[in-house]
């Protein structure tokens, strides 16, 4: 079987919603994305050139909630780890990651794969992705990519995505402002300040300090 090419970052980040108007709102205000209406239905938004995220509406049988998008591979499709965590697969090069050019205010800026089946997860993730290992982290190329955590974020398992911003704490005001909540405050052992919020509908995300770099 020949080896998967190694993936060396995300396209987007992409979220199923039952309120994608809402949500474009809420995330406009919060990390300052340009937002289109999309001829997929929902929302893409951007930080300049840069296609941040997707927002789509919920359908019949598709968990609400951040999906983890990442690039490089030979064919669009989901993916589903142990614990039945999903990320996705699309053709095209990565734009954000520690390959791309240095993540800007609201732009992702790390990844965080939250799960108690860590031997499986990193066989699994790894292989697939053409990752290396090194203790709780995922390399592409020598380089960081993401890191795996045994707790339990918001009740839940599976990845959770960072973003840059000016100021973590104004940040994280205006997203309780706006109808989110915040699920916890930590010191990120990569990122250093994270603030993990939520918006009105339980999507979560990490709010970091924009440092121009990935992982900080």
């Given at each position: 079987m020949p080896?998967?090419?190694?993936v060396?970052?995300?396209r987007r980040?992409?979220?199923v919603?039952?309120?994608?108007?809402g949500?474009?709102?809420?995330?406009?205000?919060?990390?300052?994305?340009?937002?289109w209406d999309?001829?997929a239905?929902?929302f893409?938004?951007w930080?300049g050139?840069?296609?941040c995220?997707?927002?789509?509406p919920?359908?019949?049988g598709v968990?609400?909630?951040?999906?983890?998008?990442?690039?490089?591979?030979?064919?669009?499709?989901d993916?589903v780890?142990p614990?039945?965590?999903?990320?996705?697969?699309?053709?095209g090069?990565?734009?954000?990651?520690?390959?791309?050019?240095?993540p800007?205010?609201?732009?992702?800026c790390w990844?965080d794969?939250h799960?108690a089946?860590q031997q499986?997860?990193?066989?699994?993730?790894a292989?697939t992705l053409g990752w290396s290992v090194?203790g709780?982290?995922?390399?592409?190329?020598g380089?960081?990519?993401?890191?795996?955590?045994?707790?339990r974020?918001d009740?839940?398992?599976g990845w959770v995505?960072?973003?840059?911003t000016?100021?973590?704490r104004?940040a994280?005001?205006?997203?309780?402002e706006?109808?989110?909540r915040?699920?916890?405050?930590?010191?990120?052992r990569v990122?250093?300040?994270?603030?993990?919020?939520?918006d009105?509908r339980?999507?979560v995300l990490g709010l970091t300090?924009?440092?121009g770099?990935?992982?900080?």
């Open positions: 080896q998967p090419t190694a060396r970052g995300l980040i992409e979220l919603t039952t309120d994608p108007e949500a474009a709102l809420f995330h406009q205000d919060l990390l300052g994305w340009r937002v999309s001829i239905g929902g893409e938004c930080v050139q840069r296609h995220a997707s927002l789509r919920a359908t019949h968990r609400p909630g951040w999906y983890v998008v990442f690039a490089g591979a030979r064919h669009d499709g993916l780890g614990e039945e965590v999903t990320a996705r697969m699309v053709r090069r990565a734009q954000h990651g520690p390959w791309a050019p240095a800007r205010r609201g732009e992702p990844v794969l799960s089946e499986r997860s990193d066989e699994f993730w292989s090194d709780d982290r995922y390399l592409t190329g380089r960081p990519l993401a890191a795996r955590s045994a707790d974020l009740g839940r398992w995505c960072h973003f840059a000016e100021d973590v104004e994280a005001d205006r997203a309780v706006s109808g989110g915040v699920v916890t405050e930590l010191r990120h990122l250093g300040e994270v603030v993990v919020i939520a009105s339980g999507a300090a924009d440092t770099a990935w992982g900080g």
